[in-house]
């Protein structure tokens, strides 16, 4: 049956550690992409290699670090990248588009909407969109950074059937193997636990920026938004196809368990925080073991300006992120109420609910903050 496949390519599998794209590696995608769509499937490319791609082209030695020098980068590389894409699938005989999108271009609803009709219409058309972040609007707290989360937010978006992530590593291994040779690759994953971001690491070449890590958190979002997940590597002929029928070089991420209500997955993925609320620890054991909702009792205090219905983030007394939650209070009447039992709150505040966050409106972020910091 047909089938409407995410694939996501990142800069190592486009470029060298020197910078500069290989456009013989961009055929060689273009070609196993323009298979499976001449199978009748429907095929998105997220692809990353801008900013590798364009750094030389730019003049710098090496892959820039600095935002408005990367962004420079990404500018005259992406217009390389898809010069690339462009003659590669012109030479299967397919069209392709260039998508460039932000974060907040999913947290607003009409501009999630315009992409999706777009995306629509494309696919429709059998033109393959390729769809990159947009890095020069791109502001530093709202970036992608990597791609890997953005092409798990476009799988969900158009509801794909799978999100094949490929990288030069042929899967998920119990560590990562350029540090640790003797470890094991982990085949399949049917749920990610904090343990799963702990082995896994950051990037491997000069040119990635995601590593491992962001590869599972884009797999977390691609679950819980119902899409299955491949990470793995594709490196010859037939290799995407077999990774499409389930026999690929890689590790396999099942969707089923883990979907989330589309209002949690806004909540989770797609809101943009506007304030923080702390809590103290018996809060964080209630909220991220117990089920529970998040009740005034719990609560230290609020950091920034927010109403009722907006999203917060909930974090711990160190400023560990622990979740997203909806709060149904102002910061200034949390600030009110922090520490109180539930009775005395409803007497200083008038609310009709007493929650602070509902747990039906609670999602926790894994420990991935914590592992980067380390
Ligand atoms: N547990 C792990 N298993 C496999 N690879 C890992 C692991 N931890 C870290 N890595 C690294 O992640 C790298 C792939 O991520 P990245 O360099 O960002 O590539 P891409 O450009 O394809 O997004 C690998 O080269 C590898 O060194
Ligand atoms: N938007 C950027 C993505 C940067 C990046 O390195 O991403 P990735 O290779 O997916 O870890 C680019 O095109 O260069």
């Not at 992120?321 to 009110?336: D, E, F, K, P």
């Amino acid at each position: 049956m047909a089938k409407r496949i995410v694939v996501k390519i990142g800069s190592s599998s486009l470029t060298s550690d020197e910078g500069g794209l290989n456009r013989d590696k961009v055929r060689f995608f273009a070609r196993e992409l323009g298979a499976l769509q001449a199978a009748d499937n429907q095929v998105l490319l997220v692809t990353s290699g801008a900013v590798a791609a364009g750094f030389r082209r730019i003049g710098y030695t090496s892959r820039p670090k600095l935002m408005h020098e990367k962004q420079a980068a990404a500018a005259v590389g992406q217009a390389l990248l898809m010069e690339a894409y462009q003659e590669a699938f012109g030479a299967e005989g397919i069209a392709v588009a260039q998508i460039l999108l932000t974060r907040p271009d999913f947290s607003n609803r009409g501009r999630a909407q315009n992409a999706h009709r777009t995306i629509e219409e494309l696919l429709k058309q059998r033109v393959v969109p390729i769809i990159n972040e947009n890095d020069t609007v791109a502001i530093d707290e709202l970036k992608f950074g990597e791609n890997d989360s953005l092409s798990a937010l476009v799988a969900n978006l158009v509801k794909a059937d799978g999100l094949y992530i490929l990288t030069d590593m042929d899967g998920l291994y119990t560590a990562d193997p350029r540090i640790s040779p003797e470890a094991v690759k982990i085949e399949r994953v049917d749920v990610i636990s904090d343990e799963l971001y702990r082995i896994a690491g950051g990037a491997g070449s000069s040119v990635g920026t995601g590593g491992m890590r962001s590869k599972i958190e884009a797999a977390r979002i691609a679950m819980q938004g119902g899409v299955s997940t491949f990470i793995g590597s594709v490196a010859d002929e037939g290799d995407l196809k077999a990774a499409f029928a389930g026999s690929g070089r890689g590790t396999y991420f099942s969707s089923s368990l883990h979907s989330l209500s589309s209002k949690k997955q806004w909540i989770g993925f797609l809101s943009v925080p506007q304030g923080r609320i702390v809590v103290d620890n018996g809060a964080e054991e209630a909220l991220l073991h117990g089920g529970r909702s998040l009740l005034p009792a719990g609560v230290s205090s609020a950091e920034g300006d927010f109403h009722p219905g907006d999203v917060v983030e909930v974090v711990d007394a160190d400023g560990r992120v622990l979740g997203r939650g909806l709060s149904n209070y102002a910061s200034w009447q949390i600030t009110a109420v922090a520490g109180l039992s539930s009775e005395e709150a409803r007497r200083r505040i008038e609310t009709t609910r007493i929650e602070v966050i509902h747990r039906d409106e609670w999602v926790a972020t894994p420990i991935m903050k914590e592992a980067e910091s380390k």
